[in-house]
């Protein structure tokens, strides 16, 4: 893979504080997480102990069910695989470590968490091209403001043409002055989508990663390019 990607993906392990267990920087509240028949996963790091291995469990809360996995834990990074969950719902997960952590018994929470269809948006200035550049915004700012799409939830990580944006619905998008600076293909995507399924159509969760100026071999592995003549 090249560097562009490596850069992109080790990113997702970024945390705000070292030293206590902690969610990835890009597991947060109201995200979407991959529906029934696709396990999802959370994870993030922790700071462990030369005593005794790891031992961190993840209990998820919502629509009266609730179930707790323990997580894979290697070196200072864990990730616990959750039940395939059907679209929709309104979940809190919470994360502990039990055994073999410096703070034990510190516990950490995201909420407000619903399971539907992710899709990645990366790519090059075509795709980072902001929302505010495009004909059609206001059309839909209008239809959001008016109750349409709220089944779709944004993320954008930093880029040289976008503003980092968390876990939020659209309609919260344009409350904080975010939508704009989305990406415009990625969300009018989103959108095609939602009409196109109607009412069929499950939370949708649009997470945006595009560089201006990237090459398209950026985008694909080594084993990929080397297969075009």
């Given at each position: 893979m090249q560097t562009l990607i490596r850069l992109l993906l080790s990113s997702l392990l970024v945390m705000q504080v070292v030293g206590l267990i902690q969610f990835s920087d890009h597991v947060q509240d109201?995200?979407?997480?991959?529906?029934?028949?696709?396990?999802?996963?959370?994870?993030?790091?922790?700071n462990a102990t030369a005593s005794s291995p790891p031992v961190v469990s993840a209990t998820v809360a919502g629509e009266g069910d609730e179930y707790t996995v323990?997580?894979?834990?290697?070196?200072?990074q864990w990730i616990a695989y959750l039940k395939p969950t059907s679209a929709g719902g309104n979940y809190t997960i919470t994360v502990t470590c039990t055994s073999g952590c410096t703070d034990l018994g510190n516990v950490i929470s995201i909420s407000d968490v619903t399971f539907g269809d992710v899709w990645y948006c990366g790519g090059q200035s075509n795709m980072a091209l902001p929302l505010i550049h495009t004909i059609s915004r206001n059309i839909s700012l209008a239809a959001i403001q008016g109750g349409k799409y709220s089944n779709i939830r944004v993320h954008q990580m930093y880029g040289n043409m976008n503003p980092r944006t968390p876990w939020m619905t659209v309609l919260n998008a344009t409350e904080q002055d975010r939508f704009f600076t989305f990406s415009s293909t990625c969300y009018y995507f989103g959108e095609s989508l939602t009409d196109f399924l109607g009412t069929a159509a499950p939370p949708i969760g649009l997470i945006h990663t595009a560089w201006g100026g990237s090459t398209a071999e950026q985008?694909?592995?080594?084993?990929t390019s080397s297969q075009c003549k």
């Open positions: 109201h995200m979407v997480l991959q529906r029934y028949p696709q396990k999802s996963g959370v994870y993030g790091i922790l323990e997580a894979k834990v290697v070196g200072n985008w694909t592995s080594n084993k």
